[in-house]
């Protein structure tokens, strides 16, 4: 089977994400960035948020640019 060699991580935008939502003006939740994904049109869930951000779920290319929206960032900052 693959391995990553990446730390066993599955993204590494993981932490960014994380940093990116603890500093939110309104303190977002992970649940509230998920509402404001499927806003984005993203389906994802408060649970999928988890596992992106401790790198346990790979992040599509459509996922990662909705953070970048999000957050106002670009999509360097993520990675």
Not at 32 to 48: R, S, T
Request: glycine residues 6%.
């Amino acid at each position: 089977m693959f391995k990553n060699k990446n730390d066993g991580k599955n993204n590494l935008c993981g932490e960014n994400i994380r940093k990116l939502r603890l500093s939110y003006p309104t303190k977002l939740s992970q649940r509230g960035l998920a509402d404001k994904m499927q806003l984005a049109g993203i389906d994802v869930d408060k649970n999928a948020i988890q596992r992106i951000e401790c790198g346990k779920r790979f992040v599509t290319d459509i996922e990662l640019k909705a953070f970048a929206v999000i957050f106002d960032v670009s999509l360097d900052a993520l990675v």
